[in-house]
């Protein structure tokens, strides 16, 4: 029987430690080539079976997008130029804007929906969501789809 593969998108904090070791240890393995699997998970301090178990399970955010388009959603204070601000950030991350929907204001608040192709030239997109977050009038910013 073939397992149904599913994929869930959760933050950071909510992975329990070892997964985040695994991820760090991949990292050190990519960016020095003349690192040893051994080292980088004693370097991070988990086991070989634990990063052997988990390494092609886990795969940071930013490393999943790079040609895929993405759509979320930001909901957004009714003020003047909050709009300009969000697209100025997104384009100041080479992200290609594809769609922009926003709602009629309700009760001063607006949902955006912005879907963007994601090329080689984007920028870490977590930390784009990140500084759309920390704009003040952003109440949250969450993804909804990526393809």
Known sequence: MIEDTKYYLVTKN???EVLLKVVEAKQLLETDKNITVQK???MVGISRSSFYKYKDSIVPFHDTTRGHVITFTVEVADRPGLLSLVLNLV???NA???????SIPMYEVALLT?????????????DMFKKLEEIDGIYYVKILAKE
Not at 96 to 102: C, G, K, M, T
Not at 114 to 126: A, K, M, W
């Open 14 to 16: 909510a992975l329990p």
């Open 40 to 42: 980088a998970i004693d």
């Open 91 to 93: 384009a100041s991350y």
């Open 96 to 102: 290609n804007i594809l769609s922009i929907h926003q």
């Open 114 to 126: 912005l879907s963007v192709d994601l090329g080689e030239s984007t920028g870490d997109i977590n």
